[in-house]
């Protein structure tokens, strides 16, 4: 084996620093190894070393006092650096060590055998030796003894490094092992792809380990690895980076050959895991290409990472990074940090305002809806279709949703003195309706401002997640025996199951703009939505038509019973002070 000495100092040192081994701490293990060197070696003392940039470490020990040793003068930095064992049979009499300070003074050493430990790529990082306090002599058998126990030794420094680098349900390569792949490629200027391959999205493996226990999820996690390796005939290193996440690191040339085997894999791999249940399985993948050598292997990591989001949202098998999308993602990730220091540390930023209800007859306003709005220093104004969706997958949309109801409230009382008396309404999403203790957190809300349920009125977002939802159904239901005013937003948007009619109990129904935007130009939507209001009034539901931009859009409302409106026929979202203003004005006018 080619024995990489001290004259490339710094890649034995980042192999030092990639075994994760150059501590003080001692090791019990191999506390235990040197105490059986010194009983197979009849010695009073053994050690086990490891050589940092100035001094030895001493990583295990049996009967010595100190925890490291400076290079000058260490024997063990001499067998280190020579590469070979060494045997000093009296060190007083020795040209090389007599005026070390271990042997002219304490410990008093005078005699050393060491081994040299030998990493697999044949770097030297330290010794294993035994130590007497008198001269002796050392036999051949004991040479070879020692050889064999520094060849434990380094078996278990390189076994305890191992059990970082693999993953331990698959027994796969793992991400740290990509990372140092990565680190130590030779191919200078050669250009490879890293692929990452996920094959379980991981919010269903946690539902199945839920549901049936995690050595299900761990035997298929085992069952998919195998199958890549399988499908590319043990050839490549699959590593396995993540919970149901694998990956593969390519030469450039072979890029076309590996998509096309990783398409037949998507094609196979539900069919190929066998399971005693149906499981979903689909294969996406991403990849980026970079050159040799890389500088940030996390970069190359992270630019993976963001090509696979985008086969993920965009269901498409395969994509390759893009810049674009990655800064996107930046941004939003951006978003999201700051948001999170803005509601934490009550900073400026977040806003309401306010955009008017009306009765379709009357013309009367009857309420206003809270709408939020975040002023970005950077970007300026940052709309909530933004930043919301964000919000949405995190911790954060409790603190944002009471953020908005406390500010509601505010507004409400403020307007009270007024004498402006319609209620609020605010938007409230399916996740805080499932939240321990809503109803009495908002009721609480609600009197440390003086006010009642009658003042502010709840939007119920995301309606089909409400009925998905036992606890959140459960609140709704709570909160309208307190009495709160309860309406399902944009009905007729996407796909509306009319089954939660029945089983969520508002007051008012929201028809979506989308469904009433034709309805001025084309007979079949005027069909569609006289019928639909039809229906909800035999329901008893009050329908409010939001998205109503023009006269005549508000005049077919009015024919076919409409009982509200909202949109920018009457105004826009409105700050405050505006909304005062447009109020005086519009009353004056309806009164005129």
């Known amino acids: 084996m080619l024995r990489h000495l001290s004259h490339d100092e710094k890649k034995r040192m980042q192999t030092l620093d990639t075994l994760q081994d150059l501590d003080i701490s001692q090791d019990e293990i191999l506390n235990k190894l040197t105490a059986l060197a010194c009983q197979v070696l009849k010695m009073p003392t053994s050690l086990v070393t490891l050589s940092g940039s100035h001094k030895q470490h001493v990583k ?54 060491g081994i040299p430990l030998f990493t697999e790529e044949g770097y030297a990082i330290g010794t294993l030796c035994v130590i007497d306090y008198v001269p002796r002599t050392f036999s051949m058998f004991q040479l070879h003894t020692l050889k064999n126990l520094a060849n434990i030794a380094m078996s278990l420094i390189n076994y305890r490094n191992a059990i970082g680098l693999v993953d331990a349900v698959t027994m796969l390569p793992n991400r740290q092992q990509l990372i140092e792949d990565i680190n130590h490629m030779t191919d200078i200027h050669e250009n490879y792809f890293l692929f990452l ?5 991981v919010s269903y493996a946690y539902q199945m380990s839920r549901a049936l226990g995690m050595p299900t999820v761990e035997a298929m996690l085992k069952d998919i690895g195998m199958f ?46 066998i399971s005693h249940i149906p499981l979903k399985l689909e294969l996406f993948v991403g990849y980026t290409e970079f050159k040799i050598p890389v500088s940030d292997p996390q970069r190359i990591l992270r630019e993976s990472m963001s090509a696979l989001y985008d086969a993920i949202n965009n269901n498409t098998r395969q994509r390759a990074y893009h810049e674009s999308s ?26 309401l305002v306010y955009q008017p209800k009306l ?36 911790t954060l ?47 609480n809300n609600l009197e440390a401002h003086g006010l009642t349920s009658s003042d502010i009125e709840l939007e119920c977002l995301e309606t089909q997640k409400i009925v998905e939802s036992s606890k959140a159904l459960a609140t709704i239901i709570e909160l309208k025996q307190h ?78 019973g409409c009982d509200e409106v909202q949109g920018y026929y009457f105004s826009r979202p409105l700050l405050p002070e505006d909304f005062i203003a447009w109020l005086h004005h519009h009353e004056a006018r309806i009164t005129a």
């Open 326 to 351: 990655d800064k996107a993602q930046q941004l939003a990730f951006t978003l999201l940090n700051e948001l999170t220091d803005v509601l934490q540390h009550d900073k400026p930023g977040l806003y």
């Open 483 to 560: 009495g709160f005013t309860l309406s399902l937003d944009d009905f007729g948007a996407g796909y509306s199951n009319l089954n939660y009619l029945k089983n969520i109990p508002a007051t008012t129904i929201k028809l979506d703009k989308s469904l009433i935007q034709d309805i001025k130009n084309d007979l079949d939507s005027r069909t569609i939505v006289e019928s639909i209001i039809d229906m909800l009034h035999k329901l008893n539901y009050q329908v409010l038509a939001e998205g109503v931009e023009d006269n005549e859009t508000l005049d077919y409302l009015d024919s076919f």
């Open 397 to 443: 949309m409790q603190p944002l949703t009471e953020w908005v109801i406390r500010q509601a409230a505010r507004q409400v009382t403020i307007w009270r003195r007024a004498g402006i008396l319609f209620p609020i309404s605010v938007n409230v999403a399916a996740s805080n309706f499932a939240e321990e203790n809503f109803t009495a957190r908002l009721i």
């Open 228 to 273: 890549l390796r399988l499908s590319f005939n043990f050839r490549e290193n699959v590593y396995c980076t993540a919970l149901g996440r694998y990956a593969l690191l390519i030469k450039a040339e072979r890029k076309e050959q590996i998509l096309a085997k990783l398409d037949e894999c998507a094609d196979r791999i539900q069919e190929s895991i």
């Open 60 to 113: 295990a020990k049996t009967n010595f006092a100190l925890q490291e040793m400076e290079k000058l003068g260490s024997f063990d930095q001499f067998t280190a650096q020579t590469g070979c064992f060494l045997i000093c049979q009296d060190a007083m009499r020795d040209e090389r060590f007599k005026k070390s300070p271990y042997v002219s003074g304490a410990p008093y050493i005078r005699f050393y055998a």
């Open 359 to 394: 009765h379709i007859r009357t013309r009367k306003v009857i309420g206003a809806e809270a709408l939020l709005r975040w002023h970005q220093p950077e970007l300026g104004n940052v709309f909530p279709d933004r930043f919301i969706p964000l919000a949405e997958g995190t």
């Open 197 to 201: 391959i996920e094959c379980i999205d």
